[in-house]
């Protein structure tokens, strides 16, 4: 009887774990769609690459905004971040703004589910200063937290601002990729309730500045002073932890019940990083905007397959609930789209939204994509802008219209090059209309931070 019962709750254990796959998301910081290997970019992945080449590599896939905190805040929720509160980069001394409690995070979707919950590495979606009482990531449904501000300071090398729980760690001996996947196994090694399946959220701080990586690694592309050299370091060093975790998930024997999910947050600041695309990290160009995107997990994601539909960082809360079978929230708009039929090989799948844009320091102010064509536009207004976010500015983006509307066919202008609204006025006119009526949602959820007190 004993023994029949071990073989049930091993069974149980089994069944659990092939129903509720453990969730890893990896993310970079301020990464170029031509930086990584199985992009045909020029440092060496061989961890991603296996990732990508055992799994779904998307070959157009988007952030969620050409700046950090806004992308992160659409990855989490599956919605556009104004909605979730977030206009642009969180500057937490000086703003009120952060990640809404109201919003339902991929963590809180997976906690309700039986899941362990954590986060490790950059934040960026607003923490508490002595100013403002801003929520952490335990108010947004992680059980565990290891994070920065922003940065890691005083650069990737011997950072010195992380928090755990709450709690300043002081400074730490290494380069923050490991650091944070050293965290991430520790994580893995001591939660206590190992049956249930977890949800560990990796957002890395490379490549963005301040950069550092290991000598011996730099000097692989370059002198040691050259910044492009540096900058591939850490992208070099990133792709060596990130081997690291995927080692420790095989040991574990989870890897075949693990979804891992890999992208960036924007486009590179270096403009020879983007493929050839036009702009750069902080526009909504294709360069701002255009990120790596790769899907794995064993037995359920096709292997090897590279698919040419768009897909977007909006879409991953959305595509989490169709791989796992649970509900996406349905008292809210959820601007993304579930990808699981592109990611199983099927040829049904039907965006319900085009992508949508809008980044009130960039020009263009916002960007549309419908099928294989960009639609973008100016602003219509009078804005005295500078680098820092003002949230007194709200009530005017809000309220804003855009002039200057430019068409690109994409298919076959992916460096957005030749300006087709003229010749195709009919197209530009409905894509239009369907850029304000987008707009016009998502303003009218977005939080009226200038108005608090």
Same mark, same amino acid.
């Given at each position: 009887m004993i023994r029949f019962s071990a073989l049930l709750l091993a069974f149980s254990v089994s069944? !659990?774990?092939?129903?509720?796959?453990?969730?890893?998301? !990896? &993310?970079?910081?301020?990464?170029?769609?031509?930086?990584?290997?199985?992009?045909?970019?020029?440092?060496?992945?061989?961890?991603?690459?296996?990732?990508?080449?055992?799994?779904?590599?998307?070959?157009?896939?988007?952030?969620?905004?050409?700046?950090?905190?806004?992308?992160?805040?659409?990855?989490?929720?599956?919605?556009?971040?104004?909605?979730? %509160?977030?206009?642009?980069?969180?500057?937490?001394?000086?703003?009120?703004?952060? !990640?809404?409690?109201?919003?339902?995070?991929?963590?809180? &979707?997976?906690?309700?589910?039986?899941?362990?919950?954590?986060h490790v590495g950059k934040w960026h979606l607003g923490l508490p200063t002595e100013k403002y009482d801003k929520p952490t990531p335990a108010e947004h449904g992680f059980d565990y937290w290891f994070a920065t501000w922003n940065n890691a300071n005083p650069s990737h090398r011997n950072p010195n601002n992380f928090i755990r729980n709450g709690e300043a760690v002081g400074e730490l001996e290494g380069y923050a990729c490991q650091i944070v996947v050293d965290e991430a196994i520790d994580w893995l090694d001591d939660r206590d309730e190992t049956t249930k399946p977890f949800f560990l959220n990796v957002w890395f701080h490379e490549p963005h500045q301040r950069i550092a990586a290991p000598d011996t690694i730099?000097?692989?592309?370059?002198?040691?002073?050259?910044?492009?050299?540096?900058?591939?370091?850490?992208?070099? *060093?990133?792709?060596?932890?990130?081997?690291?975790?995927?080692?420790?998930?095989?040991?574990?024997?989870?890897?075949?019940?693990?979804?891992?999910?890999?992208?960036?947050?924007?486009?590179?600041?270096?403009?020879?990083?983007?493929?050839?695309?036009? %702009?750069?990290?902080?526009? *909504?160009?294709?360069?701002?905007?255009?990120?790596?995107?790769?899907?794995?997990?064993?037995?359920?994601?096709?292997?090897?397959?590279?698919?040419?539909?768009?897909?977007?960082?909006?879409?991953?809360?959305?595509? &989490?609930?169709?791989? &796992?079978?649970?509900?996406?929230?349905?008292?809210?708009?959820?601007d993304g789209s579930d990808l699981t039929p592109l990611l199983v090989g099927k040829e049904t799948f039907k965006r319900h939204q085009p992508f949508f844009w809008h980044l009130?320091?960039?020009?263009?102010?916002?960007?549309?994509?419908?099928?294989?064509?960009?639609?973008?536009?100016?602003?219509?207004?009078?804005?005295? !802008?500078?680098?820092?976010?003002?949230e007194e500015w709200i009530p005017l983006i809000k309220s804003g219209r855009y002039k200057n509307f430019q068409l690109f066919d994409l298919s076959k202008d992916p460096g957005q090059e030749n300006d087709i609204a003229a010749s195709e006025p009919e197209r530009t006119e409905r894509l239009k209309k369907e850029l304000y009526r987008i707009n016009s949602s998502i303003m009218a959820d977005g939080e009226d931070w200038h108005l608090r007190d």
């Amino acid at each position: 009887m004993i023994r029949f019962s071990a073989l049930l709750l091993a069974f149980s254990v089994s069944f !659990l774990r092939a129903e509720q796959p453990n969730v890893v998301i !990896l &993310l970079a910081d301020d990464l170029g769609y031509k930086d990584i290997g199985c992009y045909g970019g020029p440092v060496k992945t061989p961890a991603l690459d296996a990732l990508a080449a055992n799994g779904t590599r998307f070959e157009t896939f988007y952030s969620g905004c050409a700046v950090c905190s806004p992308s992160r805040a659409s990855l989490l929720t599956g919605r556009h971040h104004i909605r979730a %509160g977030v206009y642009s980069w969180i500057s937490d001394d000086r703003q009120q703004s952060h !990640l809404l409690e109201r919003e339902v995070t991929i963590a809180e &979707l997976l906690k309700d589910q039986g899941y362990s919950t954590a986060h490790v590495g950059k934040w960026h979606l607003g923490l508490p200063t002595e100013k403002y009482d801003k929520p952490t990531p335990a108010e947004h449904g992680f059980d565990y937290w290891f994070a920065t501000w922003n940065n890691a300071n005083p650069s990737h090398r011997n950072p010195n601002n992380f928090i755990r729980n709450g709690e300043a760690v002081g400074e730490l001996e290494g380069y923050a990729c490991q650091i944070v996947v050293d965290e991430a196994i520790d994580w893995l090694d001591d939660r206590d309730e190992t049956t249930k399946p977890f949800f560990l959220n990796v957002w890395f701080h490379e490549p963005h500045q301040r950069i550092a990586a290991p000598d011996t690694i730099v000097s692989e592309y370059g002198e040691l002073t050259d910044q492009a050299a540096i900058y591939s370091g850490t992208i070099d *060093n990133t792709d060596r932890a990130i081997a690291r975790l995927v080692a420790k998930l095989e040991a574990m024997d989870v890897l075949n019940d693990t979804l891992i999910v890999y992208m960036s947050d924007n486009g590179s600041y270096r403009e020879e990083r983007t493929g050839g695309l036009r %702009g750069k990290k902080g526009g *909504n160009w294709e360069g701002g905007i255009r990120v790596p995107g790769i899907f794995h997990w064993p037995g359920k994601i096709k292997k090897g397959q590279v698919r040419q539909e768009p897909g977007g960082i909006v879409d991953v809360l959305p595509t &989490l609930c169709g791989l &796992l079978g649970i509900d996406a929230p349905a008292d809210r708009p959820i601007d993304g789209s579930d990808l699981t039929p592109l990611l199983v090989g099927k040829e049904t799948f039907k965006r319900h939204q085009p992508f949508f844009w809008h980044l009130q320091r960039s020009n263009p102010i916002v960007a549309m994509r419908s099928g294989d064509y960009s639609l973008v536009a100016e602003r219509d207004y009078e804005m005295s !802008l500078h680098n820092m976010f003002e949230e007194e500015w709200i009530p005017l983006i809000k309220s804003g219209r855009y002039k200057n509307f430019q068409l690109f066919d994409l298919s076959k202008d992916p460096g957005q090059e030749n300006d087709i609204a003229a010749s195709e006025p009919e197209r530009t006119e409905r894509l239009k209309k369907e850029l304000y009526r987008i707009n016009s949602s998502i303003m009218a959820d977005g939080e009226d931070w200038h108005l608090r007190d």
